[in-house]
């Protein structure tokens, strides 16, 4: 397996993000300019099934994603007390505690009142990560 760095660490899904989320698009137009066309019973039915799946491809994206979120939360918080000795300050954000996972044990400390300090998106996290810990385990 690669080993894992801010440039490859994104998950992408070619059969799921490019051609499931095509197709879907595509439901989507073709369906609506028939319903244009035509504007009856059949049509509306397709679109609305289009409108469907285009909102069920969202959703089945999102919804693991947010218990994968809650999941790191957990994880990182107890990572951060075992180093720390006390949980996450309340103002550290979601966004960079799932940045912060990819830190080492070494530099999580300090890169965690970094990010306070200095306010620091998620990409200026991963960026600013010196030794790199990979999560292969991502949804």
Same mark, same amino acid.
């Given at each position: 397996?690669? &080993?894992? $760095?801010?440039?490859?660490?994104? /998950? ?6 490019? *051609? ?6 595509? =439901?989507?137009?073709l369906s609506s300019i028939l319903f244009f066309r035509e504007m009856n019973m059949e049509t509306t039915l397709y679109l609305l099934i289009a409108i469907v799946l *285009? ?5 089945? @994206?999102?919804?693991? #994603?947010?218990?994968?979120? /809650?999941?790191? /939360?957990?994880?990182?918080? #107890?990572?951060?007390?075992? *180093? &720390?000795?006390? *949980?996450?300050? $309340? ?5 960079? =505690?799932?940045? #912060?996972?990819? &830190?080492?044990?070494?530099? #999580? ?15 200026? =996290?991963?960026? &600013? ?8 385990? @991502?949804?």
């Open positions: 397996m690669q &080993a894992q $760095n801010f440039k490859n660490h994104a /998950r992408f899904v070619p059969l799921f993000h490019v *051609l499931t989320f095509g197709i879907c698009l595509a =439901i989507l137009v *285009l909102l069920s491809f969202y959703f089945i @994206r999102l919804f693991p #994603l947010k218990a994968q979120d /809650r999941a790191i /939360r957990a994880e990182e918080n #107890l990572r951060y007390f075992t *180093l &720390a000795g006390k *949980l996450f300050d $309340n103002k550290v954000s979601m966004s960079q =505690i799932i940045a #912060l996972r990819f &830190a080492d044990d070494s530099e #999580l400390i300090s890169l965690t009142e970094r990010a306070l300090k200095e306010n620091m998106s998620s990409k200026e =996290i991963k960026m &600013a990560i010196k030794n790199w810990r990979a999560d292969h385990y @991502r949804a």
